[in-house]
């Protein structure tokens, strides 16, 4: 699976529409085939600040990358960026989320 975490700040003036303006590129990118999540955060310590983990099958990235939704998410993002987003892309096996075995939630 291809895991993507990107860091977004945004300019103050367009945190209240971030994401009401990237609604359609989320929706689209979650119905792609071969994408297991796409799921945006905001920080707590900076309400400029977003954050997009997303993930894909390794055969998925490249349909993600060359569609109209991710073209039209390129080319509206920079008008409301404060600065170049930071990005960690990895190759990990599996196919989504394993279980924290440092903490296990008891019944109770």
Do not use: C, Y
């Not at 979650?30 to 900076?46: A, C, K, M, Q």
């Amino acid at each position: 699976m291809i895991f993507i975490v990107v860091k977004f700040t945004v300019r103050p003036e367009f945190r209240d529409q971030w994401l009401d303006r990237l609604s359609g590129f989320t929706e689209a990118t979650r119905r792609e085939p071969g994408n297991l999540w796409f799921e945006w955060s905001r920080s707590v310590d900076d309400p400029d600040r977003f954050v997009l983990l997303e993930a894909f099958h390794e055969d998925a990235a490249a349909a993600h990358v060359e569609s109209d939704h991710f073209a039209e998410a390129m080319r509206i993002m920079p008008t409301m960026l404060a600065e170049t987003p930071d990005i960690v892309n990895v190759t990990t096996p599996g196919e989504g989320w394993s279980k924290m075995a440092e903490l296990t939630v008891t019944p109770g």
